[in-house]
């Protein structure tokens, strides 16, 4: 079993619509957890981290349920630019991340 | 502020040579690392440093060395590359920030084929 597991997708949606993602991680001393972003054939770019409390920045929130081994993330008002792969991470330690697969998304017009 | 810097972007090697990646940051970041990145794997961690002088290994070291001489440079060897090495490799950097959910910053890449 991987230490982060996503559905892969595609998520397919059009302009303007909510999407959510969910990603399960199986380490419960994991200390920090983050979305990245990653482009066709591009490096991973942090979206955000995520924050036991929930925490949101414009269009995006993130949830974490420690309980649950559970992070989400929200996209509401989808833009053709959302699209691309959307990769959570957790880590036990600063110094290792440990990547799930990703989820892609399309946003069509 | 140029962040994370990797060279090659491309490379083509044949079974059996050996290369070093290059990786720079501009950011005076304690933290370095290399991940390679496959179809369907998600990117995993070959070997890490937490600062100058100190590495470590990750998940699939087998094949790869590092140093760390200064703060600003992460070399990655490869010591005799084989197909199983065909891959993107990224290498990233982060400062501790004093708190735990400080990001990482990532280069562009280096694609890496192995023939």
């Known amino acids: 079993r991987k230490e982060v597991e996503q559905d892969p997708g595609p998520f397919n949606v059009p302009e303007g619509a909510t999407v959510a993602f969910n990603c399960t991680y199986s380490n419960s001393a994991s200390q920090s957890f983050f979305w990245y972003r990653q482009d066709c054939r591009k490096e991973p770019k942090l979206l955000m981290s995520?924050?036991?409390s929930g925490n949101e920045d414009g269009r995006f929130t993130a949830q974490l349920n420690r309980a649950s081994q559970y992070i989400s993330l929200l996209i509401r008002d989808s833009k053709l630019s959302d699209s691309a792969t959307y990769l959570c991470v957790v880590s036990r330690r600063h110094d290792k991340l440990i990547f799930g697969t990703g989820t892609r998304l399309q946003v069509f017009p | 502020n140029a962040g994370v810097t990797q060279t090659p972007k491309f490379q083509v090697l044949k079974t059996g040579q050996s290369m070093t990646l290059q990786c720079a940051q501009d950011?005076?970041?304690?933290?370095m690392s290399w991940y390679r990145q496959d179809p369907g794997m998600g990117l995993r961690l070959i070997h890490y440093s937490v600062g100058a002088g100190i590495t470590d290994q990750g998940e699939v070291p087998n094949g790869y060395n590092v140093s760390r001489s200064t703060t600003e440079d992460f070399p990655l060897r490869l010591l005799s590359a084989a197909p199983s090495q065909t891959s993107v490799y990224f290498c990233?950097?982060?400062?501790?920030?004093?708190?735990?959910?400080?990001?990482?910053?990532f280069g562009s890449g280096t694609r890496l084929t192995v023939v």
């Open positions: 990233a950097s982060s400062s501790s920030g004093g708190a735990p959910n400080y990001g990482y910053t």
């Open positions: 950011m005076n970041h304690e933290y």
């Open positions: 995520v924050y036991s």
